[in-house]
């Protein structure tokens, strides 16, 4: 595409999508990423903004001839950024010679990316690559003609045949392979500290349902000194995720998927049900709740001070770092009640942007990101599974090891709300604003307005 296609296609960019990304940037926290608040990859010294460096991250040539390779990420946070390291690394000891600017954008747990991408590309100075969910979270992008087709030059056969099908796809909303997945997430896990539970009589695998969450919530506040769930309301993310699990819980993958087609009306007490009942999860959140980031909670069960955990399986990561704290032993997980046999997915790609400023580079780095190579370093650290199907599990552990049976074996795996695959980036963005609503006032009645409005 010529640079005058690619203003053109960046001026509309502006007018259709960029508000919407601005309002996601003002709420959501991009999650299975950093719980920080600060950094926006802006202001270096280093021409890590993109803007003045003199290695060629500006979108010129500089010293390096054009082979010079920014990133931008969200990566910022212990094992995230521990993964994000050993990817690096993997791609430095193949491509020795590519000099890489590694530009986080992390602001609060993420959210600033969508900004910055979308500032850059609209000033037709992108990146080299970003991170970014693949499915609907790429079609302000691919709408507009502003990912390159990396069919032939990333997505050869023997990639084809190795990533999974719902994968793949998910990488080509657009019709083009745009996107190489490096990870699968799970969403729907529920952690928690073996002690705790132990301590209040609580046995998290007879947990049935989401009622029966809430009546174990309710014995662990009335038989311990620890808080039930720690969960955050800093940022909206968190609760709209346990949301789309309740109603999973409560009603079926089939009933979630006629919602994110839009069907909002017909599936109305569902989706108030599942209201009401994360309002009355919000009673047993810490005080704090709105102050903290998720991976700082997450101390909290660490430390023995709370018993459950909603969370993406990147926490898992967390649990790895931490010291004497062992799974099975000090703590597991079971799927979200009842969502035994699904497996909610959470996936992050890195995508090949038009008007490249390192094009040899980028492409040599979406090819690595496919390997088998690159993904068996990154995933066991970062606590996900690999899309491809012929990555050893040999160095991913027990926990990672059962989740990808759990995979294997699951019956369902739905793409998310919360995390950008499941709706258009117009309709997250409302839902975002109606979560963060609900943080502050859990209105039942003005969030299903905010859900049906949102569709």
């Not at 990146?127 to 979270?137: E, K, L, R, V």
Request: proline share 6%; hydrophobic share 35%; with cysteine.
């Amino acid at each position: 595409m010529s640079r005058d296609n690619t203003d053109d296609a960046a001026d509309r960019l502006s007018r259709r999508h960029y508000v919407a990304g601005a309002g996601t940037l003002a709420t959501v926290g991009i999650a299975g990423c950093s719980g920080g608040d600060g950094g926006d990859g802006s202001d270096g010294d280093d021409g890590s903004d993109g803007s003045d460096g003199d290695d060629g991250s500006d979108g010129s040539d500089g010293d390096d001839g054009g082979s010079g390779l920014e990133i931008v990420h969200w990566w910022t946070a212990g094992g995230e950024e521990e993964a994000y390291n050993a990817l690096l690394d993997g791609f430095s000891e193949e491509y020795p010679d590519v000099e890489i600017t590694d530009n986080p954008a992390p602001g609060g747990a993420g959210s600033a990316i969508d900004t910055v991408i979308q500032n850059r590309v609209i000033d037709g100075d992108p990146p080299s690559t970003f991170q970014i969910w693949p499915g609907q979270a790429l079609t302000p992008y691919t709408d507009e003609d502003l990912l390159e087709d990396i069919g032939d030059s990333v997505w050869d056969d023997e990639m084809r045949d190795a990533y999974r099908g719902g994968i793949r796809d998910l990488s080509q909303p657009g019709g083009n392979l745009v996107a190489v997945p490096i990870n699968i997430h799970r969403l729907n896990n529920l952690f928690y500290n073996v002690s705790v539970v132990e301590d209040a009589g609580v046995d998290p695998s007879d947990i049935e349902d989401p009622a029966g969450l809430l009546d174990a919530f309710e014995t662990v506040d009335a038989e311990t000194d620890a808080t039930p769930l720690v969960h955050q309301t800093q940022t909206p993310w968190s609760s709209l995720q346990l949301w789309e699990n309740i109603f999973i819980g409560q009603q079926s993958v089939d009933d979630y998927q006629t919602l994110i087609d839009g069907d909002v009306s017909g599936l109305e007490d569902g989706i108030r049900s599942a209201l009401e009942l994360l309002a009355d999860y919000l009673e047993y959140i810490p005080e704090d709740a709105g102050s903290i980031s998720w991976d700082q909670g997450n101390d909290d069960l660490i430390a023995g001070d709370a018993a459950f955990l909603h969370q993406g399986d990147w926490a898992a990561g967390q649990y790895g770092g931490a010291d004497d704290f062992e799974f099975g032993d000090d703590w597991d997980m079971v799927p979200f009640p009842g969502t035994e046999g699904v497996y909610h997915s959470v996936i992050d790609s890195f995508v090949y942007p038009t008007n490249n400023p390192s094009p040899e580079a980028t492409e040599q780095f979406l090819n690595y990101a496919g390997t088998v190579d690159a993904q068996e370093r990154f995933n066991p650290i970062k606590g996900s599974i690999p899309p491809r199907t012929d990555v050893p599990m040999d160095e991913f552990g027990d926990f990672l090891t059962r989740q990808f049976e759990d995979f294997q074996d699951s019956d369902d795996q739905p793409p998310t709300i919360a995390h950008g695959t499941a709706v258009a980036p117009g309709i997250h963005s409302a839902l975002d604003e109606t979560f963060s609503n609900f943080n502050g006032d859990p209105d039942v009645d003005a969030a299903y307005e905010g859900i049906r409005d949102a569709f």
